[in-house]
T-cell receptor, first 115, second 118 residues
Framework: QQQVKQSPQSLIVQKGGISIINCAYE??????FPWYQQFPGKGPALLIA?????SEKKEGRFTISFNKSAKQFSLHIMDSQPGDSATYFC??????????????FGKGTMLLVSP | GAGVSQSPSNKVTEKGKDVELRCDPI?????LYWYRQSLGQGLEFLIY????????KSGLPSDRFSAERTGGSVSTLTIQRTQQEDSAVYLC????????????????FGQGTRLTVV
């Protein structure tokens, strides 16, 4: 059972455009939703994260939108740049479950920002 | 300080051989995770260590896989009798787990070990 579904699998965006990646989850116990960015040959790195008590979080050009009732969240990259080309993973976790809060990941989206 | 360190960075092994992958977490981080990343797939959870608690091994795909964490620090993932389907990037992550969720920090990943079974 895939608990976090991510789409699209790949995305090509022109420089300056908006990149949008969507994720949906099933487990209502999830209470922490991070996005990770991974460059080739590197491990994933935390990009931005949101808790379900807010509907949106913005950090620079990156914004997470969260819809608790629909159990969906998305990453928006404004003014996309070639340096943003990477694989993006959404994830979900339950931080309230003490001693055990592994991250459940989506399958990733390969983003290519064309110059 | 240094981040999460994994070794080796690449490992090619013959089918049927055993391999050991090592992870040095960030100093002071009590939680340690192993994930597997296969081509075109997301990150598959394997095992989780938290302090002195019994590890959560629920993600290990078979009894050929095992892991230990000595002294609450370094961890070793062992794959016995490797198969071609074991070929993947094995990622280790660590995080600081506090007494409350607010004291928890993000998980920091190492660069991974790329395992190729031929």
């Amino acid at each position: 059972q895939q608990q976090v579904k991510q789409s699209p699998q790949s995305l090509i965006v022109q420089k300056g455009g908006i990149s949008i990646i969507n994720c949906a989850y099933e487990n209502t116990a999830f209470d922490y939703f991070p996005w990770y960015q991974q460059f080739p040959g590197k491990g994933p790195a935390l990009l931005i994260a949101i808790r379900p008590d807010v509907s949106e979080k913005k950090e620079g050009r990156f914004t997470i939108s969260f819809n608790k009732s629909a159990k969906q969240f998305s990453l928006h990259i404004m003014d996309s740049q070639p340096g943003d080309s990477a694989t993006y993973f959404c994830a979900a976790s339950n931080l309230k479950r003490r001693g055990y809060s592994t991250l459940t990941f989506g399958k990733g989206t390969m983003l290519l920002v064309s110059p | 300080g240094a981040g999460v360190s994994q070794s080796p960075s690449n490992k090619v092994t013959e089918k049927g051989k055993d391999v050991e992958l090592r992870c040095d977490p960030i100093s002071g981080h009590t939680a340690l995770y192993w994930y597997r990343q296969s081509l075109g797939q997301g990150l598959e959870f394997l095992i989780y260590f938290q302090g002195n608690s019994a590890p959560d091994k629920s993600g290990l795909p078979s009894d050929r896989f095992s892991a230990e964490r000595t002294g609450g620090s370094v961890s070793t993932l062992t794959i016995q009798r490797t198969q071609q389907e074991d070929s993947a990037v094995y990622l280790c992550a660590s995080s600081l787990r506090g007494r409350t969720p607010q004291e928890d920090t993000e998980a920091f990943f190492g660069q991974g070990t790329r395992l190729t079974v031929v």
